[in-house]
């Protein structure tokens, strides 16, 4: 029984081997998680519900308000008292309001508080301010609620170009990760194949088939491909280090990734070239930044305009006549006109001035960044395909440089090559694959530089996150 549980153990321990073996790390794991927890994305969310908080006070300013009021004579020869009850309701499509009171009063008042009387069950009023003029097309009210909702607007655009930075940023450690791991298990294999060619020298030097100097020699080697090893450990290390910045846990918290996790060759990055011109939010910015200073030229020149308002009101007074008599009875009507003007208007002037100014201003920007966008696209898009090519060549090189290296291995063993020789083919083979692995790398980066510069945001792995 025991001979056949070891029996089992042992035909299931590859398969539960290769269940804890950790799986290697890809970028688009990397992305998630910096989408989702880099600081700098984080931040960028608060300012975005910041903005969002002062768009929705803008909004209050069209909050309906109740207001009440009582009061009553104590003491005298007047014994009056009244309360009274209004809710108030600013236009969003005017720059006037609405109302609507009720008040009820008892006792008497002097002649100066005559209009407190009403009728025995009250008096019910309704009525409204419109704006004919000034005020009418846009007031202080509805500008502040545009500004403000176009800065959520801004602090959106704001948060997408600071993701694009980070996700640029996070490919960028990622590749140079990778490719720092991969350099070193080529130099760990180039000092592999010195270590184990010492046993097989050895035995020959003692054969007298092989000089003596050609173990120092092989020493020689083995010390400086261990010197290899040891610098390409260090930039290994720096670089998982770097790379923790965008790898986080569930918790936020940074993960250093483990030599384990190591992809067994290069992730490739690819992005497209674009067709036509390219739209990134900090273009969009400065779209949002002109209309906002158009929104400040029309208040600017609002308040240019006269005052012409009119009001109007519906009075009713129910139940019987009061103490004030039957003049409080029944209902009436009431419309009126309030007009105003300021003669010299510097104030307002002077406020569209500025305004047109930065209107100039900012479109001229908007001219700069968009030229700016094309010439980097355009500068990317050379460089991409530069480093596309390059790699290309690599690979030829490598494949050609591995050729000859086993083929002079196999001379070596034959005896029909020399050490010297042997050793150039097999460093010139590992150069070559480490210059492969750097072409690669920088054709990764630059894919990635032309992604963040289109504002790509599925290959930067925004298509499908989902923000707060």
């Given amino acids: ?52 908080g002062r768009a929705l006070t803008a909004q209050g300013a069209f909050d309906t308000v109740f207001e009440g009021d009582a009061q009553s004579r104590v003491a005298g020869y007047y014994d009056g008292s009244y309360a009274e009850g209004r809710a108030t309701r600013p236009l969003t499509g005017n720059g006037g309001q609405l109302y609507g009171a009720y008040r009820l009063s008892r006792g008497t008042f002097p002649i100066y508080e005559d209009k407190a009387y009403t009728s025995r069950l009250g008096e019910l009023r309704v009525g409204g ?68 060619r010492r046993g097989g020298i050895g035995r020959q030097v003692e054969l007298g088939a092989r000089p003596e100097i050609l173990l120092t020699e092989n020493e020689q080697n ?21 790379l923790s910045l965008f790898l986080r846990d569930s918790e936020g918290e940074r993960v250093t990734p483990m030599d384990d ?27 949002a930044r002109i209309e906002q200073s158009q929104v400040r030229l029309a208040l600017a020149e609002n308040e240019l305009k006269p005052r012409l308002d009119a009001r109007g009101e519906l009075a009713y007074g129910a139940g019987g006549d009061g103490l ?14 309030r007009f105003s003007v300021p003669l010299q208007r510097r104030q307002a002037k002077g406020r569209i001035a500025e305004a047109r100014a930065e209107i100039d201003a900012l479109r001229a920007r908007q001219r700069l960044i968009g030229d700016q966008i094309a010439v980097e696209v355009r500068g990317i898009v ?22 000859m ?4 291995r ?41 992604a963040q510069a289109t504002a790509d945001r599925t290959r930067l792995g925004l298509g499908d996150v989902e923000l707060p």
């Fill in 222 to 242: 083995i010390v400086r491909r261990r010197a290899l090893v040891v610098r390409t450990e260090q930039e290994f290390a720096a670089a998982a280090n770097a």
């Fill in 261 to 287: 996790r190591l992809p067994g060759e290069l992730p490739g990055f690819s992005a497209p070239r674009p067709a036509g011109p390219v739209t990134r939010p900090d273009l969009s910015v400065a779209s």
């Fill in 1 to 52: 029984m025991i001979g056949r549980v070891l029996i089992a153990l042992c035909l299931l321990w590859p398969g539960l081997a290769w269940a804890q073996a950790p799986r290697p790390l890809m970028l688009d794991e990397v992305l998630r998680s910096s989408a989702a927890f880099a600081p700098q994305i984080v931040e960028a969310l608060a300012r975005e519900r910041q903005a969002q």
């Fill in 382 to 403: 050379i460089a991409a395909d530069g480093a596309e090519k390059t790699a290309e060549l690599a690979a030829r090189e490598a494949e050609l440089a591995d050729r």
């Fill in 129 to 196: 301010l419109f704006s004919l003029l000034r005020d009418r097309a846009i007031d202080e009210r509805r500008g502040r609620d545009v500004l403000a909702r176009s800065d959520v607007d801004v602090a959106r655009l704001e948060r997408e170009m600071v993701a694009i930075g980070v996700q640029g940023r996070a490919i960028a450690a990622y590749q140079n990760w990778a490719a720092a791991g991969l350099r070193l298990k080529a130099y760990r294999s180039l000092l592999a194949l010195a270590e184990d």
């Fill in 405 to 408: 290296a086993i083929a002079e």
């Fill in 324 to 337: 004030g008599g039957p003049s409080r009875s029944g209902g009436q009507a009431i419309v009126g006109l």
């Fill in 410 to 450: 196999r001379r070596f063993q034959l005896g029909a090559s020399d050490f010297f020789v042997l050793n150039l083919r097999e460093e010139a083979a590992t150069d070559a694959r480490v210059r492969l692995l750097d072409a690669q790398a920088r054709a990764a980066l630059a894919a990635a530089d032309l």
